[in-house]
């Protein structure tokens, strides 16, 4: 058992799949003498080596696309996209490139690549450096998207990515990479595509993921001591969806509020309603429920605590659902 | 006189077969081959157009949705790819119908592809023949990323011509104004990577000349980006099979990559969906058609005595037999289904999309439930089409 930070959990996770595979790789801007701007990677090209560990031109297409090359020639590389506002540049290399090959080929293509994000705002930067753009990778048949939200499942969840035969858009929540908890690294991880049950409770059910789950706990936690009984689910994958988790827990609670950072429109949080409205319709005591980041650009980083869903805005629509 | 960027606007032009069949020397680059060499390419590039013709002939009777024919560039296309030793690997783009013929890919695959049977679905790993990439350039990263694995695996400079690997990556001259070619370029400088970049400059992008694409002759890009680029003849099957041969060799000895100008001309329509006449002049193909490909190695042949009438009649004759039999094969390709297909997206498939098939399946099978048979003796009527007699 070892205490580690996010990102210390994610190298270590990273370590050990260069060790347990040598076919795996790490390409991407500043990710080797550097260890990436966030030092995730920190340490790995000086024991793995430069042919492993790849400081890549600053173009983050020529990134995802020679990686794509590599992962035909039977490697397994997992990208860097320094920051959530530069994956646009890569934007047809995922969606139209490698989200495809393995359909367009019925199944003789394999691509196993990972394109770590680090994503969400909260951390005061510049623009760009804030996004939240999950739901057009999510909206993209042939993409598998997961977001770790701890440092238990970033060093496990990194791993499973690394394995999977399926391209994985790889998004970590960047205003958590400092938080610490211990990793039983010889633990059984519980399977990637799933989601958990991070909080139980009986009056409403809190879905979040990545940077939010530790603001659902929190409101949970605030609305504990005003008597009410919040359960969080932690989504961890969000395409596929683990729905048997989320549709259980809504039957249950008949109430869901759903909490992420990007807006509202067209996002996770919108999936999620659908299909928890279809699915337990004569269970439901309010309608589902969402929390996000306004219908705005990701605004200057002055008022971005304004614009990130908090403890008061959760709660606030908590008191909007429950009132039903 | 000097071009836009300030260079000799001398552009040197490899070639050694000339536009009327005569074999011409080169001080760096040499056909090594015989003239049964040159009499299979001469085969392959007959067939090539064949299939070519028979596939665009089949678009126009509704059987292919789209075609898009590599007219005019079979010398590019056949020289390129006799050039390849089998582990070399191919990134084509959608039009590379000749190469894939070198590769032994079966041309009913590109007919399945243009028929919307599916989205090419050939043996890419057995063949070293990428599947067809329609984003223009992409598939120039692609390569270059594969290359760089061939050099990781230990595939280049060993010494060994049967084991060392070279990729070559296929684009057009309207791909050089795009980012991902232009990021190819780099990372292959970068990483040194054993990759030959084939550009078929066939003078049109679509509507859009060269002049709309480049200041400069295009090879000139490459020392830009460090490493070397050559013009050659692209409707000389000699020199482009030499000028290849000599890159390929570059880059498996580990000298890193190159950049071919293959200078060709694209005689037909972009696709079978575009109107060349609309933008380009009757003279400039007519200008083109003195340069054919094909018709400069018959001549060749002829002249020298290496190929006589039973000859060419025999390969015309066998171009026919392919081509008749190709058209009944295009017409009897299975249909695909709709619910196959939901089984290929993932390599490991998701919970949601299988029970997404197993509802799909469901309204499927509730047509067949709902047809009601028809009893003995009550006909059922005829459907009405909305009163049109």
Redesign the interface.
Known sequence: MTVLTMAKALNAGLRRALEADAKV?IAGEDVGKLGGVFRVTEGLQKDFGD?RVID??L?E??I????????????RPVCEIQFDGFVY?AF??IV??VA???????????V?LVIRIPFGGGIGAVEHHSESPEAYFCHT??L?VVACSNPVDAYWMIQQAVA???PIIFFEPKRRYHEKSEVDESATPVAL?SARIVRSGSDLTLIGYGPTVRTCLDAAEAAAQEGRDLEVIDLRSLS??D?SVVLESAQRTGRVVTVHEAPVNVSLGAELAARITEQCFYSLEAPVLRVGGFDTPYPPSRVEDEYLPDLDRVLDMVDRSLAY | MSDASGVSTEVELVQLLTPEGERVGHPQYSFDGDDDQIRDWYRDMVLTRRIDTEATALQRQGELGLWASCLGQEAAQIGSGRALQKQDFV?PTYREHGVAWCCGVDPIHLLALYRGV????W???ATHF??Y?I?IG?Q???????????E??GLVGTGDPDRDVAVVGYFGDGATSQ??VN??F??AS?YNAPIVFFCQNNQWAISEPIERQSRIPLYRRASGFGFPGVRVDGNDVLAVQAVTTAALERARSGNGPSFIEAYTYRMGAHTTSDDPTKYRLADELEHWRLKDPIQRVRAYLSRTGAGQDDFFGAVDAEAADYAADLRRRCLTLPEPHLLD?F??????Q????AEEKGRYAEYLESFDDSIPEAVEGHPQAEPAYGGIA
């Open positions: 790789v042919h890549s031109p173009a297409s020529g995802v696309g020679t990686a794509i090359g590599m992962a035909l020639r039977g490697y540049p047809d290399q139209s490139q495809r090959l393995h359909f367009r080929s019925l199944g003789q293509l394999k196993p048949a042939g598998k999977s035969d399926d595509h596929p969806l729905t | 990134f599916n989205l090419g679905a043996d890419s790993a990428h599947i990439t984003v992409a120039t990263l692609h390569a270059t990323g594969y290359a760089m694995g061939v990781r695996d980012g991902d990021e190819a780099i990372f970068s297909l089984d290929h997206v993932y390599a490991e998701t919970p949601d999309l």
